[in-house]
């Protein structure tokens, strides 16, 4: 009984708090301090469930972040995938730090999203899943948080 009534006094305190609440005002609780982010997402055979995946982290609430999709030679695809779904081209990107461990075959970027670029990494580099990883955070532009696909062999 004792529970029914503290359940009973919680629902009626938290209705009569939301009254007037409204959710634009929390919409962006960030101070302007944090630190951008880069989500790294490798990518093997993966052009079923791609365009899904990056959809969802793409929507991620933050201040500033970057998402760099990483298709390390896969044989299906995938790549075709991202760029139907993502209208990305290929562009031309200076490598700040070039690195043998991380060979890459082209950088995509995206006209509709314009954080969110997709490297295409040779085939060989696919049993490495360091070199994959380095491909990707060397391109970053902020600091990284490796994300990594549930489907994804790593």
Same mark, same amino acid.
């Given at each position: 009984m004792v529970y029914l009534?503290?359940?009973?006094?919680?629902?009626?305190?938290?209705?009569?708090?939301?009254?007037?609440?409204?959710?634009?005002?929390?919409?962006? %609780?960030? $101070?302007? /301090?944090? +630190? %951008?982010? $880069?989500? /790294?997402? +490798?990518?093997?055979?993966?052009?079923l469930t791609i365009a899904a995946s990056v959809t969802s982290l793409l929507q991620l609430f933050y201040s500033e972040f970057e998402v760099i999709v990483i298709s390390d030679g896969s044989r299906d695809g995938t790549l075709a995938a991202m760029t139907r779904a993502f209208d990305c081209s290929p562009r031309r990107i200076r490598c700040p730090v070039p690195s043998p461990t991380a060979l890459v075959r082209s950088v995509y970027t995206s006209r509709q999203f314009p954080n969110l670029r997709?490297?295409?990494?040779?085939?060989?580099?696919?049993?490495?899943?360091?070199?994959?990883?380095?491909?990707?955070?060397?391109?970053?532009?902020?600091?990284?948080l490796p994300i990594q696909s549930s489907s994804a062999t790593a």
């Open positions: 009534t503290l359940n009973v006094l919680a629902f009626r305190a938290v209705r009569s708090a939301g009254v007037g609440y409204d959710s634009a005002e929390t919409r962006h %609780p960030y $101070s302007g /301090l944090e +630190p %951008p982010i $880069s989500l /790294l997402l +490798p990518a093997f055979d993966e052009e997709v490297i295409d990494s040779p085939r060989r580099q696919s049993r490495c899943p360091q070199c994959r990883r380095n491909a990707g955070v060397i391109r970053c532009s902020a600091r990284s």
